[in-house]
């Protein structure tokens, strides 16, 4: 099991360019999560997916965020433009089954820095 | 929804000595409970989770948690920390059968003092 796979690990880009994370969630999870951390906010939920569709969006912050999951190997989310409160690490994690028991398994996360 | 609260932001201990990290949530409906564990420029490990039966539950690393129903509490304990134990600790909820959101708590840096 190669476990959740986020790349790049690291991306430093200047403010009004685009920024494409991506994730490669486990074989078999149904559920995607994209996750932001940063030192005032913690761990923020800003979008999730069940079987490739988005449940729930509310925590994207604004329109220049986006997020698709084209397949069930597959997620990228976007910002555009980015902008320097943007800089946070951005995690990606996967579970089997939508029931609650079942923990969320992480990638090791992309720090974006924009300056 | 849930609201999870980790009480202490930073706990520094001296090796071997014992250690409570703790957490508590605001609702008293039926929960499941896990605690992370978060190593520098990595993500967040599963140290151990509470789903039904025994309260006390054992995780990875010598960590074990006791449910408390009654209290809403999670607590996370070791009762004698390596210096390899350094990290955020994260604990985090989620209610049986809504399933998929998983409330965390703000996290407690772990020190361990040599």
């Known amino acids: 099991d190669a476990g959740v796979i986020q790349s790049p690990r690291h991306e430093v880009t200047e403010m009004g360019q685009e920024v494409t994370l991506r994730c490669k969630p486990i074989s078999g999870h149904d559920y995607l999560f994209w996750y932001r951390q940063t030192m005032m906010r913690g761990l923020e939920l800003l979008i999730y997916?069940?079987?490739?569709?988005?449940?729930?969006d509310s925590g994207m912050p604004e329109d220049r965020f986006s997020a698709k999951m084209p397949n069930a190997s597959f997620s990228t989310l976007k910002i555009q433009p980015s902008e320097p409160r943007d800089s946070a690490v951005y995690f990606c994690a996967s579970i089997a089954g939508g029931k609650g028991n079942s923990p969320l398994h992480f990638g090791n996360g992309t720090r974006l820095t924009v300056t | 929804a849930q609201s999870v609260t980790q009480l202490d932001s930073q706990v520094p201990v001296f090796e071997e000595a014992p250690v409570e990290l703790r957490c508590n949530y605001s609702?008293?409906?039926?929960?499941?409970l896990f605690w992370y564990v978060q190593y520098p420029n990595q993500g967040l490990q599963l140290l151990l989770k509470y789903l039904s039966g025994s309260t006390l539950v054992k995780g990875i690393n010598g960590f074990e948690a006791e449910f408390n129903k009654s209290q809403t509490s999670f607590h996370l304990r070791k009762p004698s920390v390596h210096i390899s134990d350094t990290a955020e600790y994260f604990c985090a909820v989620s209610e049986r059968d809504t399933g998929n959101q998983f409330y965390f708590g703000t996290g407690t840096s772990l020190t361990v003092i040599p």
């Open positions: 609702s008293s409906v039926s929960v499941y």
């Open positions: 997916f069940n079987n490739n569709v988005p449940i729930d």
